[in-house]
């Protein structure tokens, strides 16, 4: 677990050379990139979610593809399509931006609710199906998707299937005066994105995540994510809560942050520490909750402090 913490601790230096002051919202993207899960990035524009992203596909070596979700945007437009060749007289499959290694879909909460589903098969299943016939997508696979908070003028609502693909939700949050500052002496010039190079090696990066599949989580904590689980669907305040997937997200995330401190054990600390980003934007809360100014990390925090620890 060493050799992990050491490639993570690299590869968040690289990050952080780009992207000033968000060592918390880096180690979320890391743990989803070892989990081999997919992450939503929710904040105003012009937070740097999209600069973000690129530098995390260029310190990795990784192809990497940008989707600009707008309403009109049709599935075909991401997955791809068959095309009829006349020479060959035959249909040939035109792959779309989705057939890469890290996927940017960038305001995913722009496109009308059809477009949105035709993530569903690629982010459950690693693949797409495009006239009957499916391809796999390539590996590693990863989406990280960003959106603008649900009030703004022009959103659609992710529906409740999507948001459970994803493994972490994290907004960016704004910079201080002193990192913005930092920010305006960085970009002055000329961009640090253009100075970025690969850190490791795609099948370093194949083999970090079996090693953290193999970390140890003993019973009592799974226990305890099980129990932290069902709290958020007793809770009088919840519609639906988190689903099994997300007792399996919070699991892997955990082992994750583990490999990351270096350790092949999870502590309790992981799964507390983990519990908001994995479970709040699963919840589905009353309507009447959200008139009173409740949000669901609210409630994930109160479940956190109710239910025991038991070891």
């Known amino acids: 677990m060493k050799r992990i913490q050491e490639v993570a601790h690299k590869l968040q230096q690289n990050i952080e050379t780009v ?20 992450m939503l990035l929710e904040d105003v524009p012009g937070m740097g979610k999209t600069m973000l992203v690129r530098t995390l596909a260029r310190s990795l070596g990784c192809s990497f593809k940008r989707i600009q979700f707008t309403p009109d945007l049709l599935p075909s437009d991401i997955l791809g399509i068959s095309v009829f060749n006349q020479k060959t007289h035959e249909f040939e499959f035109r792959p779309g931006p989705i057939m890469a290694q890290i996927v940017l879909a960038d305001e995913i909460n722009r496109t ?4 949105q589903a035709s993530l569903l098969e690629c982010m459950e299943e ?18 990280l998707a960003t959106q603008n908070p649900v009030e703004y003028e022009g959103t659609f609502p992710l529906p409740e299937a999507q948001m459970d693909r994803f493994l972490i939700k994290a907004q960016l949050g704004y910079p201080s005066y002193n990192e913005e500052m930092e920010i305006l002496d960085r970009l002055e010039k000329r961009h640090p994105i253009l100075e970025i190079q690969q850190v490791f090696e795609l099948n370093d990066l194949m083999s970090m995540q079996e090693e953290v599949a193999e970390v140890h989580i003993d019973d009592s904590l799974k226990d305890y994510i099980v129990k932290l689980v069902q709290a958020t669907r007793n809770h009088p305040d919840v519609a639906l809560g988190a ?20 350790r092949d054990y999870v502590m309790p600390d992981e799964i507390k520490a983990l519990a908001v980003p994995t479970l709040a934007h699963r919840l589905i809360l009353k309507p009447e909750v959200h008139l009173k100014g409740r949000k669901a990390e609210d409630i994930v925090g109160e479940v956190l402090s109710q239910v025991p620890l038991t070891l």
């Open 243 to 262: 689903s099994p997937r997300g007792s399996l997200a919070l699991m892997k995330a955990s082992k994750a942050r583990a490999g990351l401190a270096g």
């Open 112 to 115: 009308s609710p059809r477009t």
């Open 19 to 38: 992207i000033v002051g968000k060592s918390q919202v880096v180690e979320l993207i890391l743990i989803s990139l070892l989990c081999q899960g997919h």
């Open 126 to 143: 690693d693949q797409v199906t495009v006239d009957g016939i499916t391809y796999q997508l390539p590996r590693p696979f990863m989406i």
